[in-house]
Structures are given as structure tokens and as C-alpha cells.
């Protein structure tokens, strides 16, 4: 399910033509009716545009809804069973400007100004430590607690019974309730998205959310990054031990257990009840299934199926591990 923006002013009135001209395409016989916003192929609605890049996504591209899809050369004949193709030569770069258009402001991550957090009249049943920052748009539920030294930076809503930890920053970002974060973690920054260019890298507009669930504990030192067109999902109770990295993206489900320095790259699917021991590695794009055992220092390159033990690298059968290592 789709969430609505609630962080990003979204231009309103972008129609066809408008898009056309951005990706420097002929403006052709379409009717220039007007698009409603970008998103990711999953959750797109009717007259949005959305992108494919990769063969991986068939199945979401057979359901999806979206009037238009950027696609390349390559997969045109696949997507004009389902939508209408709009063909360019670079379909991230395409998304990025198109994107751009909706979200006029996106790569602009610079912090709005602060008021102080001893405006008391307006969070009464919160405490806060000593230095803490409050920025615009931000909502804290009752006796909710903030340390010292954090920043809650514009664009944030947190629940009730929640415990934000020292020397935390926090953006764009919903926390639901009864919700630790501990020390110096940091949630809601943009992804590392860009292209790489000789001169100059062009940034990638991240203007998705970070969205963390009910009973959930974020260990210290965490880096959790928003998404770009989807959103940063960490489920109902599900805990983080310290030093974890999560991508733009990453859809985390409920009740996992992540111990310290797993790295998530973006867009990684992980199911709910997975078990990922220290310092495993989970490669972008990928899905884990439920109930999933990763050991570890395992470094996982392909999709795993619930019910799955695995270790190693690349990951494999825990039982087919300890055979190859035991000969």
C-alpha cells in the first residue's frame, strides 16, 4: 500500500507533454492529459507514470496500474502489453529528471530552522534533554522522550511512549509508538543515489520516507536512509543491534532480529521473523523469505525462501555450508 507524501510539496499541475519535453521525446499522438505523480511500479495508480529497468519486476509490471512506464529499448516489447512505453536511453536518469518535476525541491536535504525544544506549551507531556533542537512540521506523542544533544529535524512525526536516545537526528521519518531509538543514530537522510559523472555526479531525488513500525528498538549508531520514490519500511517489533546500515528502500518486515553491522543495499525485501547475524551482508533488490536464518558474516546474492537456514559466502544451505568446510 501506497502511503501518501506527507514531506515533499509535489507540483500539481505536470501533464504528459511536460514530461515528454523533460525526457526530450516527441510529444507523438498521446493525449496530453494530466499525471498525477512518479512512483515505484508496485504501488503506482492510475495516471501515474513509473519506470522498468529489470526483468525481475514482470510480475509487478502484469499488475500494475500505471499509465505510463519509462522503459529503454530493450524491454519495450514487454511493456506495451501492459502500459503505455515511454522509450529512453538511460531509465534512472529519466526517472531522476522526471521525478525533478514533481519534486521541484527534493535534492535539497539542508535543515529547516529550529525552534527551541523548551517550547513547552506545545509538546507538554514530553521531556526533553539538555540541547535537543525541534524543527517545523513535527509531531511527538505523549511522554515521549527526547536526550540530549538530538535533533528532531523538519518533517517528523513520532508516538507516544517512545524513547529517542543522545545525539540522535532524525528527518522526515514516522515512528510509531512505544519506539526506542538509542545513541547517536541517524534516520531519515538521503540515500546514496547518483550517477557518476566525469565532471560532475548527478545526485538521484530521494523524496520517499523512512516509516518504522510499533515496539521496534534502532541499537546505536544505526544509518537509516529514506527512500527515493518508495519508502524506508521497518516493521512491528522487530529489533536492530548497533552499527546497522539500511538502504533507501529496504522494506523490513516484522518481529526480526538484526545484530550488529548487517548492511542492507537498497530496495532489499526481508520477510517477517528473519534471524541475520553479525556482520552478513544482504545485496540490493533481493527477497528474504519468513522465517529466515542468516549466519553470520554471510554475504547473500540471491533471493532465499522462507523456512531457509543459511550461511556463508555466497550464502548457502547451512547444512551444505558445514559440509564444504568440514571435508
Same mark, same amino acid.
Given at each position: 500500500m501506497?502511503?501518501?507524501?506527507?514531506?515533499?510539496k509535489?507540483n500539481q499541475?505536470?501533464?504528459?507533454?511536460?514530461i515528454?519535453?523533460?525526457?526530450?521525446?516527441?510529444?507523438?499522438k498521446?493525449?496530453?492529459?494530466?499525471i498525477?505523480?512518479?512512483t =515505484?511500479i508496485k504501488?503506482?495508480k492510475k495516471n501515474d507514470?513509473?519506470?522498468?529497468?529489470?526483468?525481475k519486476?514482470?510480475?509487478?509490471?502484469?499488475?500494475t496500474?500505471a499509465k505510463?512506464?519509462?522503459v529503454?529499448e530493450?524491454n519495450?516489447?514487454?511493456v506495451k502489453?501492459?502500459s503505455?512505453?515511454?522509450i529512453?536511453d538511460n531509465?534512472?536518469?529519466?526517472?531522476a529528471?522526471?521525478?525533478l518535476l514533481f519534486?521541484?525541491n527534493?535534492?535539497d536535504d539542508s535543515?529547516?530552522?529550529f525552534?527551541?525544544?523548551? =517550547?513547552?506549551?506545545k509538546y507538554k507531556s514530553?521531556?526533553?534533554?539538555?540541547?535537543?533542537l525541534?524543527?517545523?512540521n513535527v509531531?511527538?506523542g505523549r511522554?515521549?522522550?527526547?536526550g540530549?544533544?538530538?535533533?528532531?529535524?523538519?518533517?517528523v512525526v513520532?508516538?507516544?511512549?517512545?524513547n529517542?536516545?543522545?545525539?540522535?537526528?532524525?528527518?522526515?521519518t514516522?515512528?510509531?509508538n512505544n519506539v526506542?531509538i538509542?545513541?547517536?543514530?541517524?534516520i531519515g537522510?538521503?540515500?546514496f543515489?547518483?550517477?557518476?559523472?566525469?565532471k560532475?555526479?548527478?545526485?538521484?531525488p530521494?523524496?520517499?520516507?523512512v516509516?518504522i513500525?510499533?515496539n521496534?528498538e534502532?541499537?546505536c549508531n544505526n544509518?537509516?536512509d529514506?527512500g527515493?520514490?518508495?519508502?524506508t519500511?521497518?516493521?512491528n517489533?522487530?529489533?536492530? =543491534?548497533?552499527?546497522?546500515?539500511?538502504a533507501h528502500?529496504?522494506?523490513i518486515g516484522k518481529?526480526?532480529?538484526i545484530?550488529?553491522?548487517v548492511?542492507f543495499?537498497?530496495?532489499a525485501t526481508i520477510?517477517?521473523k528473519?534471524?541475520?547475524?553479525g556482520?552478513a551482508?544482504?545485496?540490493?533488490?533481493?527477497?528474504i523469505?519468513?522465517?529466515?536464518?542468516?549466519?553470520?558474516?554471510?554475504?547473500?546474492?540471491?533471493?532465499i525462501?522462507d523456512?531457509?537456514?543459511?550461511?556463508?559466502?555466497?550464502a548457502?544451505?547451512i547444512?551444505?555450508?558445514?559440509k564444504?568446510?568440514?571435508?
Amino acid at each position: 500500500m501506497k502511503i501518501k507524501n506527507l514531506f515533499f510539496k509535489k507540483n500539481q499541475n505536470i501533464f504528459i507533454n511536460d514530461i515528454l519535453n523533460s525526457l526530450k521525446l516527441k510529444k507523438n499522438k498521446l493525449k496530453n492529459i494530466k499525471i498525477n505523480d512518479i512512483t =515505484d511500479i508496485k504501488n503506482a495508480k492510475k495516471n501515474d507514470i513509473s519506470f522498468y529497468n529489470s526483468n525481475k519486476y514482470l510480475n509487478l509490471l502484469k499488475k500494475t496500474k500505471a499509465k505510463y512506464i519509462i522503459v529503454n529499448e530493450e524491454n519495450f516489447n514487454i511493456v506495451k502489453k501492459y502500459s503505455t512505453p515511454l522509450i529512453v536511453d538511460n531509465v534512472l536518469k529519466s526517472v531522476a529528471n522526471v521525478t525533478l518535476l514533481f519534486y521541484p525541491n527534493s535534492l535539497d536535504d539542508s535543515s529547516d530552522l529550529f525552534v527551541s525544544s523548551s =517550547d513547552k506549551y506545545k509538546y507538554k507531556s514530553v521531556k526533553f534533554g539538555k540541547n535537543t533542537l525541534v524543527g517545523k512540521n513535527v509531531k511527538i506523542g505523549r511522554k515521549t522522550i527526547i536526550g540530549h544533544n538530538t535533533i528532531i529535524e523538519s518533517n517528523v512525526v513520532i508516538g507516544k511512549n517512545c524513547n529517542i536516545g543522545n545525539n540522535v537526528v532524525i528527518k522526515k521519518t514516522i515512528i510509531g509508538n512505544n519506539v526506542m531509538i538509542l545513541d547517536s543514530s541517524i534516520i531519515g537522510k538521503k540515500g546514496f543515489g547518483f550517477f557518476p559523472g566525469i565532471k560532475k555526479n548527478l545526485r538521484y531525488p530521494h523524496v520517499g520516507m523512512v516509516i518504522i513500525g510499533d515496539n521496534v528498538e534502532v541499537g546505536c549508531n544505526n544509518t537509516i536512509d529514506r527512500g527515493s520514490l518508495s519508502n524506508t519500511i521497518i516493521g512491528n517489533n522487530t529489533f536492530i =543491534d548497533n552499527q546497522v546500515h539500511i538502504a533507501h528502500n529496504v522494506n523490513i518486515g516484522k518481529n526480526c532480529i538484526i545484530t550488529a553491522q548487517v548492511g542492507f543495499a537498497g530496495s532489499a525485501t526481508i520477510g517477517n521473523k528473519v534471524l541475520i547475524g553479525g556482520q552478513a551482508g544482504i545485496s540490493g533488490h533481493l527477497k528474504i523469505g519468513n522465517n529466515v536464518q542468516i549466519g553470520g558474516g554471510s554475504g547473500v546474492i540471491k533471493n532465499i525462501p522462507d523456512n531457509t537456514r543459511v550461511m556463508g559466502y555466497p550464502a548457502k544451505d547451512i547444512r551444505k555450508f558445514i559440509k564444504d568446510n568440514n571435508r
